[in-house]
């Protein structure tokens, strides 16, 4: 019984995370019928109430909403909101999960100020739970600022998207500390077993896809912005560049790290210069097979 049931779990795990990886990727046509799948085998195994469901149902609203079926989107949010309502102990990290999906799909609709109630809600239960400066909560920061941007309130969205780069910055930062630390206490492991040991222990995949979606979407919005803020971008882009490198895509990584080092070159202070020297270092000392 015991085989049976970790059997189950483990196939629920690989269809919520297939479409999970397709949502990540913007792919949400494919992602629709591995979260159906998903929802299936979750409710066969744990009952249509279970708010295991939970994420599952915000996958599908999320998918749903990126192909333009917002009726099918508000069907299974409110089938996510029921389960945790009549859920007394639901956990702080799916209750702040709910309010992040009914605030873009809310943003979605063009109701931004029930985006921004939701969103506000998604920030203070993330924070609540994992800090104000994490990275569970920038996503709530993120898409706030992008309604902010939509409504054209740019000073607001300017300073969200900033903390966003500054806790990403702040968390990479430590990443690759870390990382420069298992290597030099174990000189002996090859590159092939650093990069799986030591970068999956500080990103999960998911971190990641997401990490480089929401690095990108502030680089581009910085980089279009009519007044630049060379200050800004070169700290996007030394974010981005430690992402990359994090996770071996070494030509990213050092593209990412020449652009901050000219940018950063050009700035009055210059304190960040030496560390984005140093990650530059890092980057063209790993293997060139690394990705």
Partial sequence: MEQLVKRQKSTIDLAY??????VLGEKHKEAIPAALHALRLSTEAYGSNSVQLVPVYLLLA???TGVGRLPEASKYLSQAEWIVLSTPDCSVAVRYKLHRSLGLFCAAKGNFEQALYHLANDIYLASSAF??????????????????FRQNKMDVANSLYAEVTD??????VKSVQAQEQILKSRPEMSPFTEDKEVSKD?????????????????????????KQ???ETAR???ALAML????????????????????????????SLEAVGHLLELINAKPSYAK
């Fill in 244 to 271: 990359y490198y994090l996770i071996t895509d070494l030509s990213k990584a050092r593209e990412a790290g020449m652009k901050a080092f000219g940018l950063m070159k050009q700035l009055p202070q210059q304190e």
């Fill in 229 to 231: 803020q060379p200050g």
């Fill in 62 to 64: 999320e998918s749903s």
């Fill in 167 to 172: 806790i990403w910055h702040a968390f990479l």
């Fill in 202 to 226: 500080h990103l999960t995949e998911a971190q990641q896809a997401e990490a480089v979606r929401v690095l990108n979407a502030v680089l581009d919005i910085r980089e279009r912005a009519p």
């Fill in 17 to 22: 995370s297939t479409a999970q990886g397709f």
């Fill in 236 to 238: 996007v882009l030394h």
């Fill in 131 to 148: 800090g104000l400066k994490s990275v569970e909560t920038s996503g709530g920061y993120f898409h706030m600022a992008n309604v902010f």
